[in-house]
DNA sequence: CGCCTAATTGAGAAGTATCAACAGAAGTGG
DNA sequence: CCACTTCTGTTGATACTTCTCAATTAGGCG
C-alpha cells in the first residue's frame, strides 16, 4: 500500500456540517497492524474510516479471536461509546480516521432534534448489521464465505474482481471458522467455477448463485 | 393483533418517573401463540413487557426459525421501530404488554435531554445484547446450553431452579443447534452433575463450573 | 385411561476441527 | 542474482461434533 494517502478526500456523501457526529476533519493515520484502541479502554471517540481497513474484534479465553467487523472508507464505528470498549480494534492496512469525542455528540444529540435522530439511525444499523452476522454463523461454510464475499463485493464498491484487504486469519475469525475450512470453501466455490482466485484477488464469477446459498 | 390500540395517553401525570418511553397504563394481552407483530409489519409500538414471554425471531428460506430474543417481564423490545420490522413477535405463554407509539418516543428523545440519553443507552444495550449471542453462536453444543441456562436464570431471576417457559424447539433455535443436540447437551450436563431436570425445571447444582464453560 | 405432543435416545451420515505436510510469495542478506 | 528464511495459503488424513432419520419414552390434558 503506497503511503501517498490522499488525505480529507471527501467522501461522495457530502458532510453536512450539521452532522450530529461532526468528525474533526485532521485525519489521524495508523499503520497496519497499529491498534486505535483495546477492549477495555475508556471510550472517547467515534471514528469514521476515511482510507485504509479496520478489524474490531473481541479476544477469547481459548486464545481465539472473533472478529465482529471489518471497516472501510467511510464507515462509522466505535459505537460502544460510553464506559469502556467491548472490543479492539487495530488496523489492517495502513488507515486514516477522523474522530469526534463522543460526549460532544451525545450532546448535539441531545440538543437537536435531526442530530438525535441521525444517531439514532446510525445505531439502528449497527444493531442489524450485528444480527446479520449473527444469521452468517448458522450457515454452512461454504455458505458463510460466499455470503462473506457478496458483503465484501458490496462494502468495497468492486462488483466483479475483489481485492481482499485482510487475511484468510481475518476472514476465518469473522466467519467462526478455521483457516482450513475457509481455504478450502474457496477451493469448492472456485471448482464450482463461482469464482475465479489467486489468493486474494477473488473474481465473482457468477453473484446470483452465490446469493441463493445466502438466502 | 393490534385491534384496541391505546393512543398517545397520559402526558406528563404519570405514577412512574419520566421515562422516554412512557409506556401506557393499559395493558394488551395476548395468548400464547399469538402474533404480536410479523416481519415486514410498519412498525408503530415498543413494547414492555408486564407478564409472560415473548420471542423475537426470523422466517429462513429453509424453513427454519432463527430466534434473536426471548423477551420476560421488564424488558422492552420493538427496537426495529422506524420502517418494517426485522423481527417477527410471537407470545410462548399468555402475555400482557404496554405500548408506546414509535414517533411519541423519538418525539421526547428529541426534545429532552435525559430522555434522548435513556433512549441511547437502551439501543446500546441491545448492541450488547446481540453482540452476546454471537459469542453464543461460536461456542459448542453444552456450552451454548450452559450459557443459555446461566442467562435464563439471571434474567427469569430464579438462582437455583429454573421453570424454562420455552420448548426444546424455541431453545434450539434460539442456540442455532437441533432439538436432539439440544436435548443430548443437557443430558450431558445432567450426568456431570451440573444440572438437575425434569424436562423443563431445571436445577444448577453448580453455577460456577457452568460460568467456566462459557469463558 | 388413552391420546397427542414434547422430549429423549440411538445409529449412521455429513460437516468442521485438528494435526501435519507442502507450495508460493515476499523479504533478507550474502 | 541467488540461497535462505518466513509468512501465508492450500491440501491431505483423521478425529470430533453436530445433523439427520428413526424409534422410544415421558408429560400434559381430555
Known amino acids: 500500500m ?38 477495555g479502554d475508556s471510550a472517547f471517540y467515534f471514528y469514521k474510516l476515511v482510507h485504509g481497513a479496520v478489524i474490531c474484534f473481541k479476544s477469547l479465553a481459548n486464545g481465539r479471536r472473533s472478529i465482529d467487523s471489518f471497516r472501510f472508507a467511510g464507515d462509522v464505528f466505535g459505537f460502544d461509546c460510553d464506559g469502556e470498549r467491548e472490543f479492539s480494534a487495530v488496523a489492517v492496512s495502513n488507515v ?77 475469525d469473522y466467519l467462526g471458522l478455521t483457516i482450513e475450512t475457509v481455504s478450502r470453501a474457496f477451493t469448492q466455490l472456485d471448482k464450482a467455477g463461482l469464482i475465479g482466485r489467486p489468493s486474494r484477488h477473488v473474481a465473482l464469477r457468477n453473484s446470483p448463485a452465490l446469493k441463493l446459498m445466502t438466502e
Open 2 to 39: 503506497p503511503a501517498s494517502v490522499p488525505l480529507l478526500s471527501t467522501p461522495d456523501r457530502v458532510e453536512k456540517s450539521a452532522s450530529v457526529f461532526n468528525f474533526d476533519n485532521k485525519a489521524t493515520i495508523y499503520q497496519a497492524g497499529e491498534r486505535l484502541f483495546a477492549e
Open 96 to 172: 486514516s480516521v477522523r474522530v469526534a469525542d463522543c460526549h460532544a455528540v451525545f450532546l448535539r444529540a441531545a440538543a437537536d432534534r435531526a442530530a438525535g435522530q441521525e444517531l439514532l439511525g446510525a445505531t439502528k444499523q449497527e444493531i442489524q448489521r450485528v444480527q446479520r452476522r449473527s444469521m452468517l454463523l448458522a450457515m454452512k461454510a461454504y455458505e458463510r464465505v460466499a455470503s462473506f464475499l457478496l458483503e465484501m463485493s458490496e462494502r468495497l464498491g468492486q462488483p466483479d474482481i475483489l481485492e481482499l484487504p485482510m487475511s484468510r486469519r481475518d476472514i476465518a
